[in-house]
């Protein structure tokens, strides 16, 4: 696109020194995503021979339901990878497909294997909603995994609005105040861990929730849930 045009310096003084700011800004955000992207390369570039390793193993292994868990694991993190070396490489990895929601959300309940945690999933209707199945299913699952790490009662509810659907996810924990709503989506950022020094994430779950819904045409919004926690809303377009 247009990234590349610097802006002229032309004008007053004033002007000049802006564009010469702003152009300045503009190469620290490109270096910084560079580097970004180049350190996801690699990570999932190493992830790969040991993943490669683990599922040769597990070939070697005599069938058990056990195994065919650790096996199903194995291979969605070889996709994962594989995806993410794909986004770095900047290629669209992904294809849109109508899928049948009740039945992905399902899917990735069924694959959350938490027993201190009751997840009840209402849909009254089928719908089929234009999706990317596996960036989708990785959003939903960062951000049941949040709701199951502050709270052991959580509601998926699925309401179909004109042009969209909101998948609403509720817990019963402590909830997101209104002030960190904006600042839970940023990188790394985490509200205070003294809260619960046994959820140890990196900060990363909701800013890749939010990217795979922006990267649909939608978005994630945080409210209050009625049950006392946090409700994440997901709104796709139709
Ligand atoms: N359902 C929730 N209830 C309360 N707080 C939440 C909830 N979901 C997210 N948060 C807060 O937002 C922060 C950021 O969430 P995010 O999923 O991005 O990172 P994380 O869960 O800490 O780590 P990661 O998901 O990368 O393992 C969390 O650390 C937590 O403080
Ligand atoms: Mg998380």
């Not at 620290?28 to 599922?55: N, Y």
């Not at 070697?60 to 194995?74: F, H, K, Q, W």
């Not at 659907?165 to 002030?179: A, E, R, T, V």
Request: no cysteine; proline share 5%; aromatic share 4%.
């Amino acid at each position: 696109g247009r990234e590349d045009s610097n802006f002229k310096p032309e004008g007053s003084t004033e002007i000049r020194q802006a564009a010469a700011a702003f152009n300045l800004m503009r190469e620290r955000i490109q270096r910084t995503i560079t580097q970004r992207t180049e350190m996801l390369a690699s990570i999932s570039h190493d992830l790969r021979t040991p993943l490669t390793r683990m599922k040769l193993q597990l070939a070697m292994i005599e069938n058990s339901a056990e195994i065919g868990d650790l096996r199903s694991d194995v291979e969605e993190m070889e996709n994962m990878v594989e995806e993410y070396l794909a986004f770095a490489r900047g290629e669209v990895a992904e294809k849109v497909q109508n899928i049948n929601l009740s039945r992905i959300l399902q899917g990735v309940i069924n694959r959350i294997q938490s027993t201190s945690v009751s997840i009840n999933l209402n849909t009254k209707q089928i719908h089929y909603v234009p999706l990317k199945p596996n960036s989708f299913k990785r959003a939903i699952t960062n951000i049941i995994n949040n709701a199951s790490n502050y709270g052991n009662q959580i509601d998926i509810i699925v309401r179909k609005l004109p042009g969209s659907i909101i998948i609403q996810i509720d817990d019963n924990g402590p909830g997101i105040p209104l002030k960190d709503r904006e600042d839970v989506f940023k990188p790394f950022y985490r509200l205070d861990v003294a809260r619960n020094p046994d959820t140890g994430g990196s900060g990363l779950g909701l800013t890749i929730a939010r990217d795979v819904a922006r990267a649909h045409g939608g978005d994630i919004f945080i409210e209050d849930s009625p049950n006392g926690g946090a409700r994440i809303n997901m709104r796709l377009p139709l």
